[in-house]
């Protein structure tokens, strides 16, 4: 095994952990914002940071998910939300960095996704659209429990940049290059385009003119 070969399922608990965690303090964030209680803000937490993942292991057969079957799944995103809800303050003043953490955790998510799609037999489209699914599927039932409408819907270049991040990792396996090579191709490729969008203001196209009704 040489040095850039790493064992693909601890490369898939590890992306998972790290990106429970950065989805799971956006989750608490919102949380907060809509004054909520403790346990409301550990429960949109555990929502942000496990719901891709679930979402991913229900839809390819992965039972029971790993949320279920991992207690560290479960430990990270209340971990994440009682920081949150005892420092909420200071980490609301330093919201564009936590952007930033979103932005790895979601290149994370969608380089696991993908993988582990892959891994339980499913084709390299399919499995980059859950790929997908596993990087923006957190952020969209948090956002539906807070009464608010997806992110993904309003114009937010976060999807798409999740689908190209998975689109290179699924090729980086269909081309039997190294999984750490691929992995760091695959998330790389997201963070750039997602950190750009935040930093010059990209947004997908909207529709323009008066609506018909």
Same mark, same amino acid.
């Given at each position: 095994?040489?040095?850039?070969?790493?064992?693909?399922?601890?490369?898939?608990?590890?992306?998972? %952990?790290? $990106? #429970?965690?950065?989805? /799971? #303090?956006? $989750?608490?964030?919102? @949380?907060?914002?809509?004054?909520?209680?403790?346990?409301?803000?550990?429960?949109?937490?555990?929502?942000?940071?496990?719901?891709?993942?679930?979402?991913?292991?229900?839809?390819?057969?992965?039972?029971?998910?790993?949320?279920?079957?991992?207690?560290?799944?479960?430990?990270?995103?209340?971990? /994440?939300?009682?920081?949150?809800?005892?420092?909420?303050?200071?980490?609301?003043? #330093?919201?564009?960095?936590?952007?930033?953490?979103?932005?790895?955790?979601?290149?994370?998510?969608?380089?696991?996704?993908?993988?582990? @799609?892959?891994?339980?037999?499913?084709?390299?489209?399919?499995?980059?659209?859950?790929?997908?699914?596993? $990087?923006?599927?957190?952020? *969209?039932?948090?956002?539906?429990? @807070?009464?608010?409408?997806?992110? #993904?819907?309003?114009?937010?270049?976060?999807?798409?940049?999740?689908?190209?991040?998975?689109?290179?990792?699924?090729? $980086?396996?269909?081309?039997?290059?190294?999984?750490?090579? *691929? @992995?760091?191709?695959?998330?790389?490729?997201?963070?750039?385009?997602?950190? %750009?969008?935040?930093?010059?203001?990209?947004? /997908?196209?909207?529709?323009?003119?008066?609506?018909?009704?």
């Amino acid at each position: 095994m040489s040095s850039w070969d790493l064992d693909p399922a601890v490369l898939l608990v590890v992306l998972d %952990l790290v $990106g #429970i965690f950065v989805f /799971a #303090i956006s $989750g608490a964030l919102v @949380a907060v914002r809509k004054d909520l209680d403790v346990f409301g803000v550990l429960v949109l937490a555990g929502t942000t940071g496990l719901g891709g993942g679930f979402l991913r292991d229900v839809l390819i057969g992965a039972t029971p998910p790993a949320a279920l079957a991992d207690w560290r799944y479960l430990l990270v995103p209340v971990a /994440a939300g009682l920081v949150v809800f005892w420092f909420h303050s200071t980490l609301g003043r #330093i919201e564009r960095q936590v952007n930033v953490f979103d932005a790895f955790g979601l290149s994370l998510f969608c380089v696991a996704g993908a993988v582990k @799609a892959l891994d339980y037999g499913l084709g390299p489209l399919p499995a980059a659209l859950l790929g997908m699914v596993t $990087g923006i599927g957190g952020g *969209m039932i948090r956002d539906v429990l @807070a009464g608010r409408v997806p992110e #993904i819907f309003r114009g937010e270049l976060y999807a798409t940049p999740a689908l190209a991040g998975a689109g290179v990792a699924v090729v $980086g396996v269909e081309l039997d290059a190294p999984l750490l090579v *691929m @992995a760091v191709a695959g998330a790389g490729v997201c963070l750039v385009w997602r950190l %750009l969008a935040l930093w010059r203001g990209w947004h /997908a196209p909207l529709p323009r003119g008066p609506a018909s009704v």
